[in-house]
């Protein structure tokens, strides 16, 4: 975006309204149409206004004057108030050199060019940027650049004095629009531009007022840029879509394979100057990898097909294999009946169909054999594996079918099994056994029908039903037993079977056929509650004639191996121990001779100790001492005989 130049020289009339002596300081617009001033002497560039441009009003103010992305806003130095709207005394002031500005247009193509002429910088006047000193909400400004491009042809004068002569009117905002449509159009005004690009160039056409606001006018200006921007993408895409058939036509003349480089394809289409020109263009390459694409993609899906349709055939073929079939012997029968379906590789080298497998296969010839195309050794293995699989599928699932239909017979066997032992419920008891109810049941079919069959056996039936029966008599007994104790009915060995009924009969509901095996238990229970009462009255008497032996142990005197039960009684009837035992006389009795039977023992065992030390003391210490000095001679006498009178070391042997 170029600046635009509105120094004083551009307009006498606006440049004596803004000031009253000429100034080095010249006004300009950014690329982002913000305003800042360039001084052409000291070659500095700031965003605030300098005094020498502003009007009188303006330097008597406290409002500065900064800009924010091309807009405008006040800033008062004494409040520290910022504004969009321009302050009143600043307004009033101005008024007058705003209408001077608006009334007089460019009157020659003289004035016009000159004021174009100034609209650019000169390389050495790049201005140097100078922020401004008050407080801004903007960002610090961009250093001015000088023009990119040329600007914008000027209308002729004479068309412009001959619109102004007669100014159209518009009834509508819409044929006002399309009227300013129609001026950017004849303008020429291209989708690069911009708004002050554009402005500049259509600003003195009269139909550029024919919409009356700026929004209105920038609006309408991005819509017409819009559309040609459409406009000109889709003159690209269709020249694009034209570069592209025309590479294709020319693709399809050449002999190309699936495995062909862009290297090649230039090679070949050097004797093609028509076409030539395309293969040299940077989408020459782009065109011929799309096109090879798509060119092998419809061959893949081609083969596909064909393969796809062949082993569908062998898929029907083998569809009535057994599950014993080998792939051995299937392979021979594949390829003797679909040899026609077969890769032409795999066809024999004396047939007109075989053609080998590094033969080049233009893509583009439609009579030429691929030689990739049929079926391979691994498409009819893959057939029978998938086929083989099928095989095992109907058969698991007809051996699923055999397994459940079994498994429903044998549950009706079983519920059929139950119903015979309902119907012979009167002959299960408690403590009824096999051996008594199998010759009942042992003709019957619904017994012969359980026989052999997995699961539970009718023996394993007949224990549940009489375990259920037992159960039922474990409850009924607990209810008896518990009205016994809250009634206090005590249930011995010889009761009655008559007076329990009675008790039950007046005190529970149970079934006549149960009670008779709970009396049973209930006596079972009374004869073994007996056993255990004895059973603690024997341990009792076991301790107390224990109390009692220990007691004649401590007895003083001590009883010993010559006490005699009838002298001693006198004595012991006195033990308490003796009392507690009551009339077990015959038992302290047995008691007594046991411990005199224990003292004798030990008066032995004390004689048996004193005859051992004695004999012990019999070996006198003299007889001990001769006999070693003899024994010590005997081998000193040896010693000599040998010659050898030296001592013996500690460890050593005489031999």
């Known amino acids: 975006m170029q600046p635009q130049n509105r120094n004083s020289d551009a307009n006498p009339k606006a440049a004596a309204s803004l000031s009253g002596s000429t100034t080095a300081w010249t006004e300009h617009v950014s690329g982002e149409g913000r305003t800042y001033y360039h001084n052409r002497e000291t070659g500095v560039t700031t965003w605030e206004k300098p005094d020498d441009l502003k009007t009188p009003q303006e330097r008597a103010s406290v409002w500065k004057e900064y800009s924010k992305d091309g807009r405008p806003y006040w800033y008062n130095s004494v409040t520290k108030e910022t504004t969009w709207n321009k302050p009143v005394e600043l307004s009033v002031g101005s008024a007058e050199t705003t209408d001077g500005l608006d009334a007089d247009p460019p009157a020659s193509a003289a004035s016009m060019a000159s004021e ?12 140097k940027v100078q922020h401004p000193v008050a407080s801004t909400p903007s960002a610090a400004p961009p250093v001015a650049r000088p023009l990119i491009r040329p600007p914008p042809p000027v209308p002729p004068v004479k068309a412009l004095e001959s619109m102004r002569k007669h100014p159209r009117e518009f009834k509508t905002i819409e044929e006002a629009e399309t009227a300013f449509l129609e001026m950017l159009k004849t303008h020429k005004v291209g989708s690069e531009w911009t708004w002050e690009q554009t402005l500049r160039a259509v600003v003195n056409d009269p139909d550029y007022r024919a919409l009356k606001t700026t929004h209105e006018r920038k609006d309408a200006f991005y819509k017409y840029i819009d559309q040609l921007r459409e406009q000109e993408k889709e003159q690209r895409r269709q020249q694009l879509k034209q570069q592209r058939e025309e590479v294709f036509q020319m693709l399809d003349s050449l002999p190309l394979t699936e495995f062909t480089r862009y290297k090649k394809v230039r090679h070949l289409a050097k004797d093609l100057p028509q076409h030539k020109a395309l293969l040299l263009e940077n989408k020459g390459r782009l065109f011929f990898e799309e096109y090879m694409a798509r060119r092998i993609r419809d061959l893949k899906d081609a083969r596909n097909r064909i393969r796809e349709e062949r082993i569908k055939g062998v898929a029907d073929y083998l569809k009535d294999i057994g599950i014993s079939a080998k792939w051995s012997e299937i392979k021979v029968r594949l390829m003797e009946k679909f040899q026609d379906h077969l890769m032409p590789v795999m066809q024999p080298e004396d047939s007109a169909k075989h053609v080998s497998l590094d033969s080049p296969y233009y893509i583009n010839d439609g009579t030429a054999a691929d030689p990739e195309s049929g079926l391979s050794i691994l498409d009819l293995m893959e057939a029978f594996e998938r086929a083989m699989a099928d095989v095992e599928m109907r058969d698991s699932d007809i051996r699923k079918k055999e397994k459940d239909a079994a498994f429903r017979r044998e549950r009706q066997n079983r519920e059929r099994f139950r ?30 029908n359980m026989l052999g069959q997995p699961g539970s056996t009718p023996l394993e039936l007949f224990w549940d039903k009489v375990e259920l029966l037992n159960e039922e008599v474990y409850h009924d007994r607990k209810r008896i037993e518990a009205a016994m104790r809250d009634h206090r009915f005590k249930m011995n060995i010889d009761t009655p079977f008559d007076q329990v009924k009675r008790f039950v009969d007046d005190h529970c509901s149970v079934s006549e056929t ?22 603690r009255a024997e341990r009792h008497r076991k301790r107390l004639l224990d109390d009692f032996k220990y007691a004649l142990y401590d007895l003083e005197p001590p009883v010993g191996p010559e ?3 009838d002298q001693e009684k006198a004595r012991i009837e006195k033990l308490p121990e003796y009392r507690d035992i009551g009339d077990g006389e015959e038992d302290c009795r047995k008691v007594f001779e046991h411990v005199v039977q224990r003292a004798k023992e030990k008066v032995e065992q004390r004689r048996k100790r004193r005859d051992s030390e004695s004999r012990k003391r019999s070996r006198s210490p003299t007889n001990d001492r001769e006999y070693l000095d003899h024994e010590s001679g005997g081998r000193s006498k040896a010693a000599r005989l040998d010659g050898n009178t030296s001592e013996l070391e500690e460890g050593e042997m005489v031999i």
């Open 419 to 448: 119903e015979l032992l309902e119907e012979h419920q009167s002959l299960i008891t408690p403590v009824s056994t096999w051996s008594d109810f199998y010759p009942v049941i042992k003709g019957d079919q619904r017994y012969t």
């Open 116 to 127: 174009v002429s100034k609209m650019s910088l000169k390389p050495q006047e790049q201005p």
């Open 563 to 565: 006490s005699i039960w």
């Open 514 to 535: 149960h009670l008779e095996y709970i009396y049973q238990q209930l006596v079972i229970k009374a004869k073994r509650r007996k056993e255990e009462e004895e059973e």
